[in-house]
């Protein structure tokens, strides 16, 4: 009897992976996908290496990110692989593993979120946005080089302080100057035109309403106005914030630094943790705020890499000692199709966070070597 049940199981097994061969996953359709109630997510790289031990090892520093993670899902120990700030935080938004320097400034060669998301849903421009905390080199995480990729499916960049891509250029001169009646708006307006090269405009005139409508809100909302501790941060997601409220983009990637001041200063890092905690905050609270945000966002919040293990002299904590304190960090994940006050713990990485967002909104990574956080979905 013993043949005949080894030949059951074969059996079994056999019109398995026949079922396998054949099933609708195999021709490029999912076998099953349950609805899903996400129609835009927020990828915060909270970039500039922030340890786990900050964050969630003192809830005190992070209310918001704790509230988050009580409604969602954590992930305390997510691996990082690349220890310089730039191909980090590029890895993130790629989905694989950038060897890149801590100075370099170019675009890289493959393909990011926005322009995944971009190309298989068929996403204009208007829906994806990057926010940055500032720098040249943050200009390059909105596309990359690669030949099916690129530019056409990049997202839309502003930085810290407001300054648009150039791609608004020529949409600013047709919109002409706004009745700033205050002169600081008038020469943060002055300041927006000199910060914006030559390129393509947006031609939709909706679209144009909106811009303007968000200009005027950015001026008015008084980011320019943001000072002190991780002022870049915060003006980063204030920007998100108004971008949410304006646009409700489909996907929209925020990219902060300023916790580097670590390198220096513990207690400046600290606080630089703590401000951009409340600026957190802030956009959730929009969202939350916002019935239709509230039932079809998905926000993702997550360092780029920690920091060491232990002080340096300057009672700073520089990031190179291989320790679990550098080499993990983590990451919550909250949204109307996510778990609700779950810990994973399994093995993970920041690069699976670009297959598992993709997969989430119905497209596909195809470069990225990250794979899917599991214990996700409710
Ligand atoms: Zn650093």
């Known amino acids: 009897m013993t043949h005949i049940t ?3 199981i074969l059996r079994t097994a056999g019109a398995v992976s026949a079922g396998a061969l054949l099933a609708p996953s195999m021709l490029g359709a999912p076998l099953f996908v349950p609805e899903r109630k996400t129609q835009r997510v927020v990828l915060i790289a909270m970039a500039g290496g ?14 918001n990110l704790v509230a988050m993670a009580k409604e969602g899902v954590l992930y305390p120990k997510l691996r990082t692989s690349n220890l310089g700030h730039f191909g980090a935080t590029m890895s993130i938004f790629t989905g694989l593993a950038e060897a890149r320097g801590i100075r370099e400034n170019a675009r890289g060669p493959d393909p990011t979120i ?8 068929g996403l204009d421009k208007g829906d994806v946005w990057v926010t940055t905390s500032g720098g040249a080199q943050q200009v390059n995480y909105s596309y990359g080089l690669h030949p099916e ?7 839309n960049i502003l930085d810290g ?13 047709r919109w002409g100057k706004p009745k700033a009646a205050d002169p600081e708006e008038q020469k943060i307006l002055e300041r927006l035109r000199r910060g914006m090269g030559k390129g393509d405009a947006v031609k939709d005139a909706e679209q144009q309403a909106r811009v303007e409508e968000y200009i005027l809100n950015e001026l008015t909302r008084g980011t320019s106005d943001i000072r002190g501790a991780a002022a870049g941060d915060r003006k980063a997601l204030r920007l998100a914030r108004n971008l949410m409220s304006i646009f409700k983009p489909k996907m929209l990637g925020v990219v902060l630094q300023n916790a580097d001041i670590a390198h220096s200063s513990y207690n400046g890092y600290v606080e630089v943790v703590r401000q951009n905690d409340a600026a957190i905050g802030e ?28 002080l340096n002299a300057r009672r700073g904590l520089d990031h190179g000692d291989g320790s679990d304190d550098l080499r993990t960090v983590g990451c919550a994940a909250w949204g109307p199709d996510f778990k609700q006050g779950a810990t994973v713990t399994a093995d993970h990485k920041t690069i699976d966070l670009t297959t598992t ?19 996700l979905y409710s």
Request: hydrophobic content about 35%; glycine content about 10%; overall charge negative.
């Open 149 to 155: 990729y690129g530019p056409q499916y990049g997202a």
């Open 50 to 63: 922030v340890r786990t031990r900050e964050t969630f090892g003192m809830p005190d520093n992070v209310p």
């Open 6 to 8: 080894r030949r059951n």
């Open 114 to 121: 926005f322009e995944y998301l971009r190309k298989d849903l």
């Open 161 to 173: 302080d407001g300054i648009f891509n150039r791609e608004f250029e020529e949409l600013l001169e």
């Open 283 to 310: 956009l959730m609270a929009a969202i939350r705020e916002d019935e239709e945000l509230a039932t079809t966002t998905a926000v993702f919040v997550c360092p780029e890499f920690g920091r060491d293990a232990d």
């Open 357 to 375: 967002i993709c997969e989430l909104m119905g497209a596909k990574a195809k470069l990225a070597k990250g794979g899917r956080l599991s214990g």
